[in-house]
C-alpha cells in the first residue's frame, strides 16, 4: 500500500505541473519584463510542492525519484522556458544539498521553517579567495556569475577552490551559506531565459563553518557525508550527471511546446509559392514536421535514459561507475543536439513571423539558444569524451 502511495504521489505531481502550464503561458511576456519568476508563479509553483520533489521526507520533502523528477521538469518548462529553468536548478539543489551534507547541516538549513528554504548556488566561482581558519574557511572574496533562483533563494551553494602555499589546487569545496550573507549583483540582462534573474553573486569575508563544507571531489564519487540518508536510494544518486540533467531538461519541454504550436497554428496557414493553398498540404511540409517529431522523441528516449539510469544505479546500492557517468553526459548532450535540430526545422517551416516580438516561437528561440548554449551541454563536448572511453582512453571530463 505504501508503494501504491508513493506511485499515486509522484502522479500528483506531474499532474500538478501540467495543470500550470496556462498560467505559466498567460504569464511568460511578464515573467521576461521584470527578469524574474513573478510572485503569483512562485507561490504556485510552492503551493503545488514541487521545489520540495526531491527534499527528505524528513524535512518535509515527497522523496521522489529522477524520473518523476524529469516528468514535473519538462511539463512547466512546456509552460515557460525561464520558470522551468528555475524550477529545475532550485530542485536540484534540494538533492545535492541532501547528499552532500551532514545532519547538523540539514537540522541547521530547515530547523527554523522548512517551508521557506529554497536553494539557488553555482559550482564553479569567477573569482575566490578563500582559506582555512580555526573552525571552517574565509571567504575573503567570491564572485560566482549565472546564480540562477538567487533572487528567491534563502540558501546558497556554491563551489570553493582551496589552494596551498604554493598555488595548487589542494581541493574543491562545496558549501552552503544563508544568501543573505551575499551580495546579489543586477546584471542579468540577456538573449534568453530572461526571467531567470541568473544574476552574479559575490561575497566579502564571510565565515563557513567546517560543518557546511565538504569536498565536491568525494563527492563525485559517491562519498558522501549525509550518514543518516544512507539508506535512501535516491541520496545515492550521481551527483553530477544529476546537475548536468536538470540543465538540459528545460528544453526539451521547450522543444515540445514549439511542436504544438507549430501543429495548432498550421491548419489556418495559407501557402505562398507551394503549389498548394494552405501549408499543412505541402509535402515539404510533412517532411519537417515528420523529422522534427522524431528527433524530439529521440532527444526524449536519451533524456529519459538517463533519469531511469541514475534511478537504478541509485536502487542498486552502488554508485554510478565513471564510465556510466561519461555516457550520461553524452546522452545529454546528443539529446540537446536533437531538439536543436528539431527546433531549426520547426522554424524553417514556420516562416519569418517568429521574429516579432511577443511571437511565441521566438520566445522558445531565444530560451533554447541560451541554454544550448551552456559549455556543460555540449554535443561535442560530451560526444569527445564519450567517444575517448570507448576509444580505452581516459575522458577529459576525469572528474566527474
Same mark, same amino acid.
Given at each position: 500500500m505504501e508503494q501504491l502511495t508513493e506511485v499515486a504521489q509522484r502522479e500528483n505531481l506531474v499532474e500538478k505541473a501540467k495543470a500550470l502550464i496556462?498560467?505559466?503561458?498567460?504569464?511568460?511576456?511578464?515573467?521576461?519584463?521584470?527578469?524574474?519568476i513573478p510572485q503569483a508563479t512562485m507561490d504556485e509553483l510552492k503551493e503545488a510542492g514541487l521545489f520540495k520533489m526531491l527534499r527528505p521526507k524528513r524535512y518535509g520533502g515527497y522523496e521522489t525519484d529522477m524520473k518523476t523528477y524529469t516528468d514535473v521538469i519538462v511539463e512547466i518548462s512546456k509552460g515557460c522556458g525561464s520558470t522551468?529553468?528555475?524550477?529545475?536548478?532550485?530542485? #536540484?539543489?534540494?538533492?545535492?544539498?541532501?547528499?552532500? @551534507?551532514?545532519?547538523?547541516?540539514?537540522?541547521?538549513?530547515?530547523?527554523?521553517?522548512?517551508?521557506?528554504v529554497l536553494f539557488a548556488g553555482v559550482y564553479e566561482p569567477r573569482k575566490c579567495i578563500a582559506r582555512k581558519v580555526e573552525g571552517g574557511y574565509l571567504v575573503e572574496e567570491g564572485f560566482w556569475m549565472f546564480c540562477s533562483g538567487s533572487l528567491h533563494?534563502?540558501?546558497?551553494?556554491?563551489?570553493?577552490p582551496i589552494v596551498g602555499e604554493d598555488g595548487k589546487?589542494?581541493?574543491?569545496?562545496?558549501?552552503?551559506?544563508? @544568501?543573505?550573507?551575499m551580495e546579489i549583483m543586477d546584471d542579468w540582462h540577456t538573449l534568453g531565459l530572461k526571467g531567470t534573474g541568473s544574476n552574479s553573486v559575490k561575497m566579502n569575508n564571510v565565515f563557513i563553518p567546517d560543518h557546511r563544507c565538504t569536498s565536491f571531489v568525494e563527492a563525485l564519487d559517491g562519498n558522501f557525508e549525509s550518514k543518516h540518508l544512507r539508506d535512501i536510494p535516491l541520496y545515492n544518486t550521481a551527483l553530477f550527471p544529476a546537475l548536468i540533467l536538470s540543465l538540459g531538461l528545460p528544453g526539451l519541454g521547450l522543444i515540445k511546446h514549439a511542436l504544438e504550436f507549430f501543429q495548432e497554428v498550421l491548419p489556418n496557414r495559407r501557402a505562398v509559392h507551394m503549389g498548394v493553398e494552405y501549408i499543412r498540404d505541402?509535402?515539404?511540409?510533412?517532411? #519537417?514536421?515528420?523529422?522534427?517529431?522524431?528527433?524530439?522523441?529521440t532527444a526524449s528516449?536519451?533524456? /529519459?535514459?538517463?533519469a531511469e539510469d541514475l534511478d537504478n544505479w541509485a536502487k542498486s546500492?552502488? /554508485?554510478?561507475?565513471?564510465?556510466?557517468?561519461?555516457?550520461?553526459?553524452?546522452?545529454?548532450? /546528443?539529446?540537446?543536439?536533437?531538439?536543436?535540430?528539431?527546433?531549426?526545422?520547426?522554424?524553417?517551416?514556420?516562416?519569418?513571423?517568429?521574429? /516579432?516580438?511577443?511571437?511565441?516561437?521566438?520566445?522558445? @528561440?531565444?530560451? @533554447?539558444?541560451?541554454?544550448?548554449?551552456h559549455r556543460s551541454l555540449s554535443p561535442t563536448i560530451t560526444k569527445?569524451?564519450?567517444?575517448?572511453?570507448?576509444?580505452?582512453?581516459?575522458?577529459?571530463?576525469?572528474?566527474?
Amino acid at each position: 500500500m505504501e508503494q501504491l502511495t508513493e506511485v499515486a504521489q509522484r502522479e500528483n505531481l506531474v499532474e500538478k505541473a501540467k495543470a500550470l502550464i496556462p498560467n505559466l503561458r498567460t504569464r511568460a511576456k511578464e515573467t521576461e519584463e521584470i527578469r524574474r519568476i513573478p510572485q503569483a508563479t512562485m507561490d504556485e509553483l510552492k503551493e503545488a510542492g514541487l521545489f520540495k520533489m526531491l527534499r527528505p521526507k524528513r524535512y518535509g520533502g515527497y522523496e521522489t525519484d529522477m524520473k518523476t523528477y524529469t516528468d514535473v521538469i519538462v511539463e512547466i518548462s512546456k509552460g515557460c522556458g525561464s520558470t522551468g529553468w528555475i524550477l529545475a536548478l532550485c530542485a #536540484i539543489r534540494e538533492l545535492m544539498v541532501a547528499q552532500s @551534507f551532514s545532519e547538523k547541516t540539514h537540522l541547521e538549513i530547515y530547523g527554523e521553517d522548512e517551508n521557506s528554504v529554497l536553494f539557488a548556488g553555482v559550482y564553479e566561482p569567477r573569482k575566490c579567495i578563500a582559506r582555512k581558519v580555526e573552525g571552517g574557511y574565509l571567504v575573503e572574496e567570491g564572485f560566482w556569475m549565472f546564480c540562477s533562483g538567487s533572487l528567491h533563494a534563502t540558501w546558497g551553494y556554491f563551489g570553493m577552490p582551496i589552494v596551498g602555499e604554493d598555488g595548487k589546487l589542494v581541493d574543491q569545496v562545496l558549501m552552503t551559506l544563508p @544568501f543573505h550573507e551575499m551580495e546579489i549583483m543586477d546584471d542579468w540582462h540577456t538573449l534568453g531565459l530572461k526571467g531567470t534573474g541568473s544574476n552574479s553573486v559575490k561575497m566579502n569575508n564571510v565565515f563557513i563553518p567546517d560543518h557546511r563544507c565538504t569536498s565536491f571531489v568525494e563527492a563525485l564519487d559517491g562519498n558522501f557525508e549525509s550518514k543518516h540518508l544512507r539508506d535512501i536510494p535516491l541520496y545515492n544518486t550521481a551527483l553530477f550527471p544529476a546537475l548536468i540533467l536538470s540543465l538540459g531538461l528545460p528544453g526539451l519541454g521547450l522543444i515540445k511546446h514549439a511542436l504544438e504550436f507549430f501543429q495548432e497554428v498550421l491548419p489556418n496557414r495559407r501557402a505562398v509559392h507551394m503549389g498548394v493553398e494552405y501549408i499543412r498540404d505541402a509535402a515539404s511540409t510533412h517532411a #519537417i514536421i515528420a523529422d522534427a517529431s522524431l528527433k524530439i522523441d529521440t532527444a526524449s528516449m536519451h533524456y /529519459y535514459r538517463v533519469a531511469e539510469d541514475l534511478d537504478n544505479w541509485a536502487k542498486s546500492g552502488k /554508485y554510478m561507475d565513471r564510465q556510466a557517468r561519461v555516457r550520461t553526459l553524452a546522452d545529454i548532450g /546528443y539529446a540537446n543536439q536533437m531538439c536543436k535540430e528539431a527546433l531549426d526545422l520547426l522554424l524553417l517551416g514556420s516562416g519569418s513571423g517568429y521574429v /516579432y516580438e511577443g511571437h511565441p516561437l521566438q520566445r522558445i @528561440f531565444r530560451d @533554447f539558444m541560451t541554454l544550448y548554449s551552456h559549455r556543460s551541454l555540449s554535443p561535442t563536448i560530451t560526444k569527445e569524451n564519450y567517444g575517448r572511453v570507448l576509444s580505452g582512453l581516459e575522458s577529459n571530463a576525469i572528474r566527474y
